[in-house]
């Protein structure tokens, strides 16, 4: 989903809202997409004066594949191992990075290998895309890619967030957040009960009709808030 008129009601609120395009798979696959996400915040920071960027408060932000590519730079940020083993040069400094607003993203890849159904088709076929392998859950793309089991107590404040309706929400998200706080890391939750009405879908945040929507809305804003004071 296009994330620009989300972007505009950051915008309106007074931040800087940057939104990056990367190559897909299967024409570029992992971590191609995180060196290129790696390489636009090295140009955003030496050129931040021009492009109205405070390179010293920088959160990043995700949606889906997004957010995992944000949990992506955000780990290496604060941690030497997974930054060697993707071979990466982080172009934030760990006291740049303020924080992470995740929606709706995995961060772990062998509980994908366990999905079944027709969900489970598209998740492992996009997965296989973006890997460029078929197994991808015995590789390197399959462990580097779980950001869950390279967290570490400098990992930045996070935001973590699903709708009910949403299968990554329950084996993803919550596991994440779960992991997040068990090392010490300062994270908001924002998920509902699994009977909640209406059911919220993959991407809910987006649905500006939906009351929920504006309770999430209000939530990143006030996460924003108090991590970039």
């Not at 924080?99 to 062998?110: Q, S």
Request: charged share 15%; glycine share 8%; aromatic share 8%.
């Amino acid at each position: 989903m296009d994330p620009a008129h989300y972007l505009k009601i950051l915008a309106a609120e007074g931040y800087t809202a940057v939104s990056v395009d990367y190559s897909l798979g299967p024409d570029a696959v992992y971590p191609t997409a995180v060196r290129q996400l790696n390489d636009a915040l090295r140009h955003l920071v030496g050129n931040a004066a021009s492009l109205g960027v405070d390179p010293d408060r920088i959160v990043l932000a995700g949606d889906s594949a997004g957010a995992q590519l944000a949990s992506q730079l955000a780990a290496p940020a604060v941690n030497p191992e997974l930054a060697g083993l993707l071979d990466l040069k982080p172009s934030l400094r760990p006291e740049q990075l303020r924080g992470t607003l995740l929606h709706c993203g995995i961060y772990d890849l062998r509980a994908m290998s366990s999905l079944h159904g027709v969900a489970a088709w598209g998740f492992k076929h996009a997965l296989w895309a973006s890997t460029g392998t078929r197994p991808w859950s015995q590789t390197f793309a399959g462990a580097t890619m779980s950001t869950v089991d390279f967290v570490t107590p400098d990992f930045p404040p996070a935001f973590v967030s699903g709708g009910n309706d949403d299968p990554l929400t329950w084996m993803q998200s919550v596991p994440f957040a779960a992991r997040l706080r068990q090392v010490g890391v300062a994270t908001t939750t924002l998920f509902w009960a699994a009977g909640h009405e209406p059911a919220l879908p993959h991407e809910y945040q987006f649905h500006l009709d939906l009351p929920d929507a504006g309770v999430a809305l209000t939530a990143t804003l006030e996460f924003l808030a108090r991590v970039t004071s």
